[in-house]
């Protein structure tokens, strides 16, 4: 497998790439990305065919290793991070749960911030002991915490950042230096800032993982996922487990992101810039306890979450005075934004993690995260700002 693209020359702005970036146009000319609904490969002769199982002639061999729409995915992804190289899988999880168990073996270690989407924290928590690998949560602002669980050899670090659903922040600089003298790779999921608010890359990060689900297809129609880095990790351990393993993307799901990629820039600034005015607009109701917003001064991790970030991004955590049925009360009372646990979607969705993303957790374990029954997550749209404005407030005063 060769790489078309050198992210260490990147010809134009992330801005262009999302348009442009990794366009393999076939012999017919299209203006648009090229759909190669195909999951295998003919060759002109045997010696072709050997040539290409070999790796001796570059090409396709079959589209559990490698399709040419899912490649432009992969080549434009990695010209956006600036990374070197990217592979695609059929869905956030998928792309994680490969680049988490890639590279890993029996007595290995690995340090996770306490605060992660409930299915890194099982593959984590639950999956891996079962494999005799050795694991550690760790809360993710506690800098001597880290530095602790880091002082022992460890072969891969996990952080999400902002992570979900209180929009913790984690200082990606700091654990990446803790992570590096421990031999550890740093792995960090980037779904809630996306390409175009945090480069985890330039704080020294190793691995980025993403749902493309989320905000890059960002209409709520596939399943995708990625993973970005240096090529050699990513061919000695990754390569070989997608290969066998198999959580190969669809090429249609593949470019229906490639096609939402398009308009990332201008709905992530676009729901970012509603999402800050939204969460100044409920801060002062006399039904809100508090709101979490990483563009807000009162966040506690303000300050750090800001140094990452260009941008306050698209989510919101509201506590509501009350406990689960004010929370309820408020989630059945919006009529603009539905109640869905998913996020990133140019439709506003809202979800009570306690009750379902996070009802999972054990009652230590979400304590720990400040969790409690009042919290309601906000994924904030492109709708009109007002309409929004006053959908939460209808909600709010129907509490
Ligand atoms: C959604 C999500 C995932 C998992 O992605 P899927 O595409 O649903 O498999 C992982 N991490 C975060 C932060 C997410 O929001």
């Not at 999402?275 to 809100?288: F, P, Y």
């Amino acid at each position: 497998m060769t790489d078309s693209v050198d992210p260490a020359t990147p010809r134009y702005s992330p801005q262009t790439e999302l348009i442009h970036g990794g366009i393999e146009r076939s012999q017919h000319g299209e203006t648009a990305e090229a759909l190669y609904l195909t999951s295998g490969y003919v060759y002109d002769s045997a010696e072709q065919a050997a040539a290409r199982m070999s790796g001796d002639e570059p090409g396709f061999v079959y589209s559990r290793y490698a399709n040419p729409t899912v490649r432009m995915l992969e080549d434009r992804l990695a010209l956006i991070e600036g990374a070197e190289t990217c592979r695609i899988a059929a869905s956030g999880m998928g792309a994680i749960s490969s680049a988490l168990m890639s590279p890993l073996q029996t007595g290995d270690r690995v340090v996770a911030a306490s605060a992660l989407f409930g299915s890194c924290r099982w593959i984590i928590g639950t999956l891996m002991p079962r494999f005799g690998i050795e694991i550690e949560f760790v809360q993710g602002d506690d800098l001597e915490a880290w530095a602790k669980a880091l002082s022992r050899p460890a072969k891969l670090v996990l952080v999400e950042s902002p992570a979900n659903p209180m929009l913790d922040g984690v200082d990606i600089s700091a654990v990446a230096e803790l992570a590096h003298k421990a031999g550890a790779k740093l792995v960090v999921d980037n779904v809630f800032a996306t390409p175009m608010l945090q480069k985890p890359l330039e704080f020294g990060a190793d691995l980025i993982v993403y749902s493309a689900t989320k905000h890059m297809d960002g209409q709520g129609r596939v399943l995708a996922g990625a993973i970005l880095g240096k090529s050699d990790w990513i061919e000695e351990h990754v390569d070989p487990y997608l290969r066998h393993t198999g959580p190969a993307a669809s090429p249609f799901n593949a470019w229906v992101v490639l096609k939402g990629l398009e308009t990332l820039n201008l709905r992530v600034e676009r729901a970012s810039a509603t999402a800050a005015r939204l969460a100044d607009a409920v801060a002062g109701h006399e039904k809100v306890r508090a709101v979490r917003y990483p563009g807000r001064k009162d966040h506690p991790h303000h300050e750090v979450l800001m140094r990452q970030m260009t941008g306050g991004g698209t989510l919101i955590a509201l506590s509501l005075k009350g406990a689960r049925a004010e929370a309820f009360r408020f989630l059945n009372a919006l009529n603009l934004i539905h109640i869905s646990n998913n996020l990133g979607d140019s439709k506003s969705l809202a979800c009570h993690p306690a009750s379902t993303t996070h009802r999972a957790l054990s009652d230590e374990e979400r304590a720990a995260m400040g969790l409690d029954d009042s919290w309601v997550r906000l994924s904030i749209g492109l709708e009109d700002a007002g309409d929004l404005e006053r959908d939460l407030h209808n909600a709010l005063d129907a509490i």
